[in-house]
């Protein structure tokens, strides 16, 4: 809505300029994508793909589903292309709508926005460094400093099953005390269990074996390099050893920045290292790292806190509004408009022909910087009165005299 277009419009402006400092460029990938696509990188028995996918036929019944992420898409898009080859190092961003059929609650929605990076080439610890740094970066420039970053490591193929038989053999012993959804998922996504919502299961994932105690070294040292980089660029994490995350592509480091301004849906953005992706979905082998920010709650972590600071909100200022008077006055103003906006100035005038009283009310409205009010008898001095709305101060100036006067006025 154009109230709050002006907070989208500084995340993503903001996002922007950060990812080209890191030397990021842009990629569109398409809105929907062949089915199977997403249930071999995300993981057919996640949520996501067992129960939140738009899924349709098309005329010559392919199935297609409307992308619910973006880093499948990303990873087909290069595979096809062979951007790989082309770049030992290959750093990407996008942004765009998600698809998700979730129960709608604040924070979930089905169709929502992410802003995200992908970096592909490269498995130094460095790199996830990098990218958890650029996030906080982007947070700090928004003026959002109370988020927290929970990071983990989830291992990878060599330790991981090892961790997931050990955890099945906890939770079977315990199976009484976990919810209905944990048991399903003690068949199909046992790590899942670690980060259910629910108190039983909670007290029953808080004496569970730990992730971190069944890293092979390989992955141990990755992740120290991680969190000792991070210390060293200063930024503030919480290990979380029960975080899991909601697809199944991640390898070693993961991560969500969290807002204890927002209800249960608190993570504002989510990412790890996948290196097993690309070769999974028929590339060559590349190790892979990137994050999702998720617009919609950024937004409204924003908005509350500009509410908090007391800041107008959706009000956006224009320099002048011409309040004519006639057909013709209008068409004063109208030449007058263009002169102005060549100088870099809002302008605007009502086409409607309200009366006066209505048009400095709508000059109000629009917070309006000056009125230069145009009557039939500034028609024949070829001079009018310009308004300060703030100071309300008022002063004569003529036609040919308004666009230089302004301009000064604006320096
Ligand atoms: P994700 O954690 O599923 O990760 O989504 C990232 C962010 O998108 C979440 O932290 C949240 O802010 C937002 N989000 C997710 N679902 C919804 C929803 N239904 N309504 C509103 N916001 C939502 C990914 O999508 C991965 N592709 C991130 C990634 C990129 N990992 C590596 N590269």
Redesign the pocket.
Known sequence: MPSEIDIWQKIEKTCREIFELFNYREIRPPIFESTDLFSRS?GKETD?VSK?MYTFHDRSNRSLTLR?????P?VRAIIEDNLLQQNQQLKLYYQGP?F?Y?R?QA????????I???IFGSNNPLVDAEIIYMASKIFNKLNLNDLVININSVGDKNCRPNYINELKRYFEKNQRQVCHDCTKRLETNPLRILDCKNPTCQNVVKLAPKLKDSLCNECKMHFNRVISSLSKLNVNYQINDQLV???D??TRTTF??VSNQLGA?N????????DDLVEELGGKSTP???????????VEVMQKMSLQRGEDQGVKEIDLFIAAMGEEAQMIGFELLTKIREKGLTADQDYLGKSLKAQMKAADHLAAKYVYIIGEEELVKKTAILRNMKTAEQKEVAFDKLSEELHGLAN
């Open positions: 995300i996501i939140e619910p992420e973006a880093t499948a990303v998600m998700r979730e709608q924070g979930r929605y089905r169709q929502f926005h992410q995200g990076v992908e995350r909601g697809l592509y991640y969500e920045v849906q993570a504002v953005c989510g990412g790890g290292r996948y892979a790292t990137g994050f999702a920010i998720g617009l919609e709650r950024v």
